[in-house]
Structure formats: structure tokens, C-alpha cells
């Protein structure tokens, strides 16, 4: 039987993958994420292809190592409103920074997926959510922050949707999976198309 492997420790992707009775083991893929994303960055890419791109990496990168095995790599990344990215914040500062420039605005979150075997990929997805942050008070801020620092350090953006952070947003459109950094009803169909997930 064919092994799906996710390569990220990431605690809410392995957490959507375990609600949905996907079988899986996770790995970590052993990429710099910082070095190999400042490379993509200074050539040029777009935050859809930077975002499809690193997905690719990790998944390559194990699926070298575990060549009869399905190897999924997953990315996420935010496009702010003037077509920048954020990364995750490094400190609550930063996390105030982040939030005070999505005030406001709309930005988007793009989920990628790529499904690696024997090192090449055969399978990938890029979805988007687009979430528009209302014009919150600064007070409103510093009481979040209170409540949601150091948690969301792990979150870009600077929010949980899950928890308090759906009271930053006025607006969203699109799934709640890719929100939360994996595209899992296309990648579903494709495993029910190999055979991994009962049709």
C-alpha cells in the first residue's frame, strides 16, 4: 500500500488531513524555507508561482528519499492589497505592523499543493481566498494581541481564523481549508482518483 506523506510538521494541516480520515504520515522535509523563498523572491516570482513553487520543493526534496511513496508539499502565502507577501511575524511588533497594514484592505491567501513521486511531481493545486479586514480600532488591536501573542508568531498574517482572529474580518470568499493552508478538496478527488481514498 502506498504511503501518503505530508512533508510539514505543520500542526493544522496534519489536524485537516486526520478530520477528513486522509491516512498519512508527517515528515519534515528538511528545506530552508528563508533561504530558498529569498532566492525565488529576488527572481522575480510572484507570490502564486513563489507559493507553487516551494510546495514543489519540499515535496521533491522527500520524495528523493522516499521515491515509492506519494509525497505531498504544501505553501502558503499571503499577497497583501499593494501586491506585496508577509511572512510570519517575529515578534509582537511585527505582528501590530502586519495587522495595521491589512487594516482595511482585502488581501489574499494562496494555498498550494504538489504530489510528488519518485521525485517528480504528478499532481498539484493552487487555490486563493481573498479576506478583507475590517477597520478595527487600535485598542481592539492591543486587547487581541494580549490575548493571541506568542500564538499566532506561527501564523501569516498574524491570525487564527479559527479563534479571535475572525473578528479582524468583515469579509471572506473562498474555503475555509485553503485558509488554513491546504487545498483538501481537490487534493480528495485526486486521491480518490489513485485509489488512496475510497471512491
Not at 44 to 63: H, I, N
Amino acid at each position: 500500500m502506498v504511503t501518503l506523506i505530508l512533508a510539514s510538521r505543520s500542526f493544522a494541516r496534519r489536524a485537516m488531513l486526520d478530520a477528513a480520515g486522509v491516512p498519512h504520515v508527517a515528515m519534515a522535509p528538511g528545506v530552508d524555507e528563508d533561504t530558498a523563498k529569498a532566492a525565488m523572491r529576488a527572481e522575480g516570482l510572484d507570490p502564486r508561482a513563489l507559493a507553487d513553487a516551494l510546495a514543489e520543493l519540499k515535496a521533491v526534496k522527500l520524495s528523493r528519499r522516499h521515491p515509492g511513496d506519494l509525497v505531498l508539499g504544501c505553501d502558503q502565502m499571503l499577497a497583501t492589497a499593494e501586491g506585496g507577501t508577509l511572512d510570519k511575524p517575529e515578534s509582537r511588533e511585527q505582528a501590530a505592523d502586519q495587522l495595521r497594514g491589512l487594516r482595511g484592505k482585502t488581501h489574499r491567501l494562496i494555498s498550494a499543493a504538489v504530489v510528488c513521486e519518485a521525485g517528480a511531481p504528478i499532481w498539484r493545486h493552487v487555490d486563493v481566498a481573498k479576506l478583507s479586514v475590517r477597520s478595527f480600532s487600535d485598542a481592539f488591536l492591543e486587547r487581541y494581541l494580549d490575548a493571541e501573542w506568542p500564538a499566532i508568531g506561527g501564523c501569516v498574517g498574524a491570525y487564527r481564523l479559527e479563534g479571535l482572529g475572525a473578528q479582524l474580518f468583515s469579509r471572506i470568499e473562498g474555503s475555509h481549508f485553503t485558509i488554513l493552508g491546504l487545498p483538501l478538496l481537490p487534493l480528495m478527488d485526486w486521491l480518490r482518483l489513485r485509489g488512496v481514498l475510497e471512491a
